[in-house]
Every structure is written in C-alpha cells, then in structure tokens.
C-alpha cells in the first residue's frame, strides 16, 4: 500500500508540471488556434532567468520568479508580434511549424547560456519533505500541486467572467465576427502569448527545482504535456489538468511496477506512456475527452 500511495504522490507531482505547462499550451490555442511547439523554449527560457537572477546575481527567489515571469511574457509577446502577427490568414499548419522553428532558435540560445552542468534556481524548499504515514513527499511537490490548482481555478473563472476571457473566446470561435465587436484581435493574440510565457515560467521554474536542476535537456518535460492536452481536449481548461492527471498518473504507476511487473519492456518505458496514453485515447475520441468536436456541413 505504501509503494502504491507513494507512487500516486509521484504522479501527481508529474500531472502538476504537466498541467501549469499544458495550460499554457491551451490558453494560447483556445485564443489563437494555434497549438504553439514554442512552449519548452519558453520554458527553460524562463526557468534559466530565474536561476540567473536568484543564483547568479543573489536576488530573493520571489522577486527572482517575479522579474523571469515577466521577461518570459514579454518574449511571448515579442513571438506573437515578430513572428506571428505577420502570418495572420495564412493557414494554420503553417503558423505552428514556425513555432517549431523559434523553439528551436531560441532553445539553442538558451542551453548555450546553460551550459553543460546543473544549474538550481534557488528554490525556497530545497530538499525539505513531509512524512504522513510512510510516505514522504517533497515540500515542492506539495507547492506544485496547490499552485497548478489555484492556476487552474483562476484561468476557468478569467475565461467564464472576465470580458478578456470572453473576448478570447470570442476571437478563437471567429476573428471577423470578433473583429465587428470591437474586439482587438491582435491584443487578443498578444495577451494570450504573454499569459502562456508567464506560465511557462512557472512549470519551468517547478521542473528545476530540487535535485532537477536546470540543463539542456530539461525542454523534453515540455514534450510530455503534448500528450495532456491532446487527451483532455485541446481547447479545454479543465480537460488540460484531467489529461496532466491521467498521464502523470500514468506514468507514475509504471516506473514504479513496470520494472518488476514488465522488466523485458526497457528500464525507461515509463517515458513512452504518456504518448501510448495519447494514441488510446485519440482512437476512442478524436478531438479528446473535453475537446470541441468540429462541425462542417457541406
């Protein structure tokens, strides 16, 4: 029992990451329709900030995850206004491809500021856990899991009640219909590329903390919140944390059994099953559990 309550904290700290970054991924495509590959630059662009200004530089972490969030926006807005704006009408396939391009330039960038060791970023908990029972859990993990919940509950209200949230909806569902509202398309891009850089900020600062650390390789964390949002619907709120949930979870569960339960699967098929996770649910529902099923009459 206690190998199994220990490996479900071990999700849940995997679906917390997976959720604070895929509801990023979802904030910009439920405003622009586009599903943006530019999140793990963005991650450890951010994260990397805050290892500079909390390390290296020795400011309070707080005030360190404060100035990180903000460049990190001010970079999703950089995106939207360089890159994007400019590719406006242009089909879809084709703005999300280019995001797979700036990923690419910035991440290469940013690793090079990296280096090649771990960097921490300053971390208020440490190494520090609480016992209940037999089963430990790390004080960030218990940190991860209120914050993913308190993000989550206020983008669901911002979408639900704020005219901003209204307005970005409003412009996913249709830019001229939006556009002869009064609505300002273009801010709508803007404010959904710098809440999703803030954002990323965030997960990236959770996913090097601890005995992570930050290093070149800490994007591919972003990678696995691809699957999350794409089983819980990718223009859903709540479907972007059921999906971090059920992928977390997931994985959790098999690297703590698959190893003694299935050995000849490989010591590290634990990274695969949030993509396997991915291709079941996508064979059952194709838009996701929570997504918008489209419609086309001819």
């Known amino acids: 029992m206690t190998q199994f309550l220990q490996a479900t904290v071990a999700g849940l700290s995997l679906a917390s990451i997976y959720a604070l970054l895929a509801l990023g ?4 495509y439920k405003s622009t329709q586009v ?3 530019a999140h793990p630059a963005l991650m450890v662009f951010g994260a990397y900030f ?3 200004f909390a390390v290296t530089i020795g400011l309070d972490f707080w005030l360190s995850l404060a100035l990180a969030m903000a ?4 970079l999703g807005a950089v995106i939207e206004r360089l890159a994007l704006r400019p590719m406006v009408g242009k089909p879809l396939f084709s703005m999300a491809i280019l ?3 700036l990923d690419i330039a910035i991440r290469v960038v940013v690793n090079d500021l990296i280096g090649l060791n771990l960097r921490g970023v300053g971390d208020p908990w440490g190494f520090s856990t609480v016992k209940l029972g037999d089963v430990v859990i790390e004080t960030r993990v218990i940190a991860m899991f209120i914050t993913a919940v308190v993000v989550t509950v206020a983008l669901l209200l911002f979408f639900r009640y704020s005219k901003v949230g209204l307005a970005m909806r409003a412009t996913a569902a249709d830019q001229e219909v939006a556009l002869a509202q009064g609505i300002s398309v273009h ?12 954002l990323a900020a965030l997960a990236g600062m959770f996913t090097s903390t601890g005995p992570a650390g930050l290093s070149p390789t800490s994007w591919i964390v972003a990678l696995k919140a691809l699957p999350a949002i794409v089983v819980g619907g990718l223009d859903s ?5 059921v999906g971090a949930l059920i992928i977390g979870l997931a994985e959790g569960y098999t690297s703590t059994y698959q190893a003694t339960a299935m050995p000849w699967l490989g010591s590290n098929f634990s990274q695969v099953v949030p993509y396997l996770v991915m291709l079941i649910v996508l064979l059952a529902k194709p838009y996701g559990l929570f997504g918008t099923e489209e419609v086309e009459r001819v």
């Open 25 to 28: 991924f979802v904030l910009i």
């Open 35 to 37: 599903l943006s590959f």
């Open 50 to 52: 805050v290892s500079y």
């Open 71 to 74: 460049l990190t926006a001010l």
């Open 99 to 101: 995001t797979i391009g």
């Open 187 to 198: 801010r709508i891009f803007a404010l959904a590329w710098i809440f999703g850089g803030a």
């Open 237 to 241: 709120v709540h479907g972007a944390v």
